[in-house]
């Protein structure tokens, strides 16, 4: 089993920062797709940002150029770094961790935290 542990989020003004912290715990294999998810009222979740371990990062249109993921290989854990903020921002945003066991893939997701953009 894998816990995700998700730290950050609250509410910023438009324009400003945020910063969301995400440490995986328990069964993690060495390479693996750690990303962020977010899901705003009435839409679908959608994909923010991901990286793979020593691989590429993906992030959605919306974000690039204002947010920046990163990640700790050693510590299991991701960072979110999002700049300039836009009412539109606004969602619960997951951390998520997908993995082979070497016979299927798996994902797992945290409980989500609450991201408010608004003046």
């Known amino acids: 089993q894998v816990q995700l542990s998700e730290s950050g989020g609250g509410w910023v003004q438009p324009g400003g920062s945020l910063r969301l912290s995400c440490t995986a715990s328990g069964m993690i294999f060495i390479r693996n797709t750690m990303g962020w998810f977010r899901q705003a009222p009435g839409k679908e979740r959608e994909l923010v940002a991901k990286?793979?371990?020593?691989?590429?990062?993906v992030y959605a249109r919306a974000v690039e150029g204002r947010f920046n993921i990163s990640r700790d290989n050693d510590k299991n854990t991701i960072n979110l770094q999002m700049n300039t903020l836009e009412p539109e921002d606004t969602a619960v945003y997951y951390c998520s961790l997908r993995q082979n066991t070497g016979e299927r893939w798996l994902s797992y997701w945290g409980q989500g935290t609450q991201v408010t953009v608004s003046s």
């Open positions: 990286t793979t371990t020593n691989g590429p990062t």
